[in-house]
């Protein structure tokens, strides 16, 4: 660990209301900004991509963002991928609620894909091999996250192959919504004792590292959501697409830390309940669709029931860090 360096807010702001829909309005606010932005970047009407597991963070994101195509008149078709090994965890239900709310409001600028995987079509030695070496990384929880990615982006590949989808280099997804809202449980690692009021003594807990006022550090990556994001962010890029996740942004970020926790949910029942409450107000306020709550779920529960196929143990990680440590 480096020494406990401080960390200072860039700027100072008041407090919002303790009001889970003013909460949600303002974040959702946030979110349309960072989307509006990130869009500024991305010249043509060439269609965008997004991974939709039915969870309030990439539902959000993906109603925040057809809205705002909409409002600035822009072209780009959105294409959503929900992948389903083997039937899939809870990921497919859901989704498909999503898209039946979505798709009367947006019409023919959305087409969304199922995506089907066999598990005997996976190679699981071979696929953390692969996952390893695009993400650099070897922490159990991130590292399964990146394999279903690796699986999704290698049907996509294929549909490309068989001439179903256009080439799409663009993708918005719903990364760092549970870091903004303190939305762990509180044994999220089993090595530490994190308690509630830790987490409301140190507002960026999960977004610079699980050390209070420390940044964990080693040869290959940062602490917190800075290294977390590796596990969508070196994927994509692996595959020629450059993602996007407008809930790491600093004015999401900003909103978050101005959300008046203790208040807002002064239990850890009331701190999970929290981000899907705020979430569906704001995205009512703003695109007229009550998108539902389903439970947290992280990207290779909710795609696989198969808890092996996504995922290393303690000798695999051991292994992955020799390799990437050479």
């Not at 830790?198 to 507002?203: G, R, V």
């Not at 990556?221 to 070196?234: D, E, K, L, N, P």
């Not at 600093?250 to 002064?266: H, S």
Request: net charge negative; glycine share 10%; charged share 20%.
């Amino acid at each position: 660990l480096l020494p406990g360096p401080a960390y200072a807010r860039y700027q100072e702001s008041d407090q919002l209301p303790a009001e889970a829909k003013i909460v949600g309005e303002n974040y959702i606010k946030a979110v349309a900004e960072a989307c509006r932005s990130h869009l500024g970047s991305i010249s043509g009407g060439g269609p965008i991509a997004v991974s939709l597991s039915g969870g309030m963070d990439s539902s959000g994101v993906l109603a925040v963002l057809l809205q705002i195509l909409e409002e600035d008149a822009r072209s780009n078709p959105v294409h959503t991928f929900t992948l389903a090994i083997d039937g899939g965890g809870g990921d497919l239900a859901q989704a498909r609620q999503v898209i039946s709310l979505l798709q009367p409001r947006f019409g023919r600028r959305l087409a969304h894909h199922e995506i089907v995987v066999n598990s005997n079509e996976v190679d699981h030695a071979e696929l953390v091999r692969r996952t390893g070496l695009m993400i650099e990384d070897y922490r159990v929880l991130d590292f399964g996250a990146a394999m279903a990615g690796v699986v999704l982006n290698d049907a996509i590949g294929r549909m490309y192959t068989r001439g179903e989808l256009p080439t799409i280099h663009h993708a918005f997804d719903g990364d760092g919504g549970n870091e903004v809202f303190l939305d762990y449980p509180l044994d999220h690692w089993s090595h530490r004792a994190i308690a509630l009021h830790d987490i409301y003594q140190n507002p960026y807990l999960f977004l610079l590292g699980d050390d209070r006022k420390k940044l964990a550090f080693n040869p290959i990556h940062s602490a917190g959501m800075s290294r977390g994001y590796v596990r969508s962010f070196a994927v994509a890029r692996h595959y020629g697409v450059v993602p996007h996740s407008p809930l790491i942004d600093p004015r999401v970020i900003d909103v978050g830390a101005r959300m008046p926790m203790r208040e807002l949910a002064p239990t850890e029942a009331k701190l999970h309940d929290l981000r899907g409450i705020a979430v569906q107000a704001g995205v009512e306020a703003m695109v007229g669709v009550r998108l539902p709550i389903f439970p947290k779920a992280y990207f290779q529960e909710g795609c696989s029931e198969n808890r092996g196929l996504l995922s290393i143990n303690a000798e695999e990680s051991r292994e992955l860090k020799r390799l990437i440590l050479g």
